[in-house]
C-alpha cells in the first residue's frame, strides 16, 4: 500500500488539532482545505465572543462543515469566559440544586452562546461519578457522588445543550471520579470490579447513549477490571467491547488531549494516536501543550505509516472518518435549524428574574450556623482571607474566583489576602488576623479536605477568631467551621458573587 491522497485525507479527519492565536494561521487554512475536518479552541485562542465568532467565520470559508470543538464545561472549566471569570456554576452546583429542569436550562444557554460564536461541539459534561472525594482533576466538575443523580442530570445537560445545535460529549469514559491521579501527569487507576464499575460508573455514561449524546470522549485511565494491559484511550475491550458494543454507542468517539503524560508518555503522541484509532476511537484532540502544524502533520503521518505498515486497518481508520463527517453534516444542520428558533437575548426568559446562571449560584448555597451573633448584611466592610490551592491543567489558572472582589463592590472598603501554599506561614496568618481586627473576617477555602496547609490556616485563624464567616468554594468537608459556614457548592465566578450577596444582605436580582 502507497500514501495515496485517499489515505492522507482519512487520516486528516480524524485529527484535531489546536493552534496559537485568535485568528486562524495560514498552515491551518490551508490544511483546512486539505481535508481538516476539526480544530480545538483553547482559552489562548479567545478574547472576546464576536472575535470567537469571527475566527470560527474564518475556519468555515476554508471548510464550511468544520467542526470547531471547545472544553466549555461552565464553572470551574471554562474557555470562553477564562478572562472574567464563569458566569455560570460548575456540575456540583447544579447537582446540590437536583433539578434537572434548571441543568437542562443552564446547557441550553450556554449552548446558545457557543452556537452564536461558531462553536458546534463542546466536550462536555463530565459524566463522571465523584466517588472518591479526594480526587485530584474531577471534584466540582462532576454533578456528585450519587450515580442516579449524576445519570439524570447527564441526560439533562446534554439535552439542553444539544438543543442549542451544538453536539455534547460525555466525558471521561468509562469514569475518571474514583481516581487519585491526574491523568496529565500520569497513568489513573481505577481498581473496581466489573460489577461495580457497570453499577457506578457506566451508569451516567448509558444513560447519556440513551439520551443520543453525540460524542463520547475518553479517559486515560487503566481500568483493571476490562483491561489490565492498556489505558481506557488505547484498549478495544473499553472502546469497542463496551462502549461500541455493550452500550450501544454509535457517534464519535474522541479522545482526552493525545499529549497527556498517561498516554503520549510510554508511546509518543504518534505511537498512542494510532493506538488509539485501532483501539475505536474516531478523532484525536490535541493542541493544549502541543499546538500547531508540526504536531497535526505528525500524528497523520503517524497513522498513514501504521495503515501502510499493517498495524491499523483501513477499514477502522474509513469507519473513524465517516462518523466524524456524519457527525460534522449533524451539527450543519443542528447549529442552522437551532439559532434560527432561538431567542436572541440569551436571558433565563423570565422578566425580572436573574439570570439562569446566577440563578442556579444563589439555589446552590448552603448555610450553616453555630453563632446568631453574625448577622448579614456584615455591619462593616469585612476583611477576606482566600485560601487559593494550586489547580490542576484543566482549570486556568488565571480564571477569576473567590469573594474578595464581589464583596468589595457591595461593600466598598472591603479588603483582601489571598495565601498559597508557600505564602501561608504563621507570620502571613498573623498579618491577616492585625489586617481584620476590630472588623468581620471572612475565610475562603476551597477543598480544605484535600490541601494540609489550608486546614492548618483555618485552624490557626479560628482559634483567634471563633466569630468568622467559613466559606468553602470546593468539594464541601466540614459544615461545623466558623461562626457561619457557606457551602458555594462551586468555585466559578457567579458563585462568588452568591457568596457575596448573601454576606452584603443584597437581595436584589439583577
Sequence with gaps: MKRGPE????????????????????????????????????????????????????LREENPQVLVGIDEESGEVTRL?????????????????????????????????????????????????????????IGLRSFGADPDLVARHTAAWIRGMQSAGVAACAKHFPGHGD???????????????????????????????????????????????????MPATLSRPVLHDLLRVELGFEGVIVTDGIEMAAVSGPYGIGGASVRAVAAGADAICVGGEHAGEETAIGIRDAIVDAVIEGRLSEERLADASRRVCELALWT??????????????????????????????????????????????????????ELAPEMNLAIEKDTPWGVGEPLGKLLPGTTVTRLVASTAT????????????????????????RHPWQAD??????????????VEMGLPGRSDLGAVHIATHGAARVCGQAAAELLAGDTGTA
Design 457 to 470: 490556616a483555618l485552624r490557626h485563624l479560628l482559634a483567634a477568631r471563633a466569630d468568622a464567616v467559613v
Design 426 to 449: 504563621g507570620g502571613a496568618v498573623e498579618a491577616v488576623l492585625a489586617a481584620a481586627a476590630e472588623r468581620p473576617l471572612v475565610i475562603v477555602v476551597r477543598d480544605a479536605h
Design 81 to 137: 469566559e477564562a478572562a472574567g471569570g464563569s458566569t455560570r456554576p460548575g456540575n456540583f452546583a447544579l447537582g446540590v440544586v437536583d433539578d434537572t429542569g434548571l441543568t437542562e436550562e443552564l446547557a441550553a444557554d450556554l449552548g446558545r452562546d457557543l452556537a452564536r460564536a461558531g462553536v458546534n461541539l463542546n466536550f462536555a459534561p463530565s459524566a463522571d461519578v465523584n466517588s472518591n472525594p479526594d480526587n485530584p482533576v
Design 179 to 229: 481516581t487519585s491521579v491526574d491523568s496529565h501527569h500520569g497513568v489513573p487507576l481505577v481498581a473496581a470490579p466489573a460489577g461495580a464499575l457497570r453499577d457506578v460508573a457506566l451508569r451516567p455514561f448509558r444513560a447519556a447513549v440513551e439520551q443520543g449524546v453525540r460524542t463520547v470522549m475518553t479517559g486515560h485511565l487503566l481500568v483493571s477490571a476490562l483491561d489490565p494491559a
Design 332 to 385: 450543519t444542520t443542528a447549529h442552522r435549524g437551532a439559532l434560527s428558533g432561538s431567542d436572541a437575548s440569551g436571558a433565563s426568559g423570565r422578566p425580572g428574574t436573574p439570570s439562569i446562571g446566577l440563578d442556579a449560584a444563589r439555589r446552590a448555597l448552603r448555610i450553616t450556623r453555630r453563632s446568631a451573633a453574625v448577622v448579614f448584611p456584615l455591619p462593616a466592610p469585612p476583611h477576606v482571607v
Design 7 to 58: 489515505l492522507l485525507r482519512l487520516a486528516e479527519t480524524v485529527v484535531f488539532p489546536g493552534f496559537e492565536g485568535k485568528s486562524p494561521p495560514d498552515w491551518l487554512r490551508r490544511r483546512l482545505g486539505e481535508g481538516l475536518a476539526g480544530v480545538v479552541l483553547f482559552s489562548r485562542n479567545i478574547a472576546t465572543p464576536s472575535q470567537v465568532a469571527d475566527l470560527t467565520a474564518a
